[in-house]
Nanobody, 119 residues
Framework: QVQLVESGGGLVQAGGSLRLSCAAS????????MGWFRQAPGKEREFVAA????????YYADSVKGRFTISRDNAKNTVFLQMNSLKPEDTAVYYC????????????WGQGTQVTVSS
């Protein structure tokens, strides 16, 4: 089992920045990939970014490329999402997720943190 706890959400004006954190605990040694997803009101959950836990590869949705940066601190079992140049359309609940072992799906999810960008 892996437990994920997000933090860092809040209210920010358009053009501003926020940094989200996701602290992982439990059987984290089996983590192979961590990702961030978001869900806006009335919309389906969508992929934002992902990072390979044991390497340096990162992946981004086209809508956030150049503005968001995903990173990790393996020693602290924490993944970050630095969000710059925020837009009102970035408003959503942001979720951290983990893929374990050879799983192809994200099987572990945090409770989410609200990000609101005002215009």
């Amino acid at each position: 089992q892996v437990q994920l706890v997000e933090s860092g959400g809040g209210l920010v004006q358009a053009g501003g920045s926020l940094r989200l954190s996701c602290a992982a605990s439990g059987r984290t040694f089996r983590t192979n990939r961590m990702g961030w997803f978001r869900q806006a009101p009335g919309k389906e959950r969508e992929f934002v970014a992902a990072i390979i836990w044991s390497g340096s590869s990162t992946y981004y949705a086209d809508s956030v490329k150049g503005r968001f940066t995903i990173s990790r601190d393996n020693a602290k079992n924490t993944v970050f999402l630095q969000m710059n140049s925020l837009k009102p359309e970035d408003t959503a609940v942001y979720y951290c997720a983990a893929r374990i072992g050879s799983d192809l799906e994200y099987g572990y999810w945090g409770q989410g943190t609200q990000v609101t960008v005002s215009s």
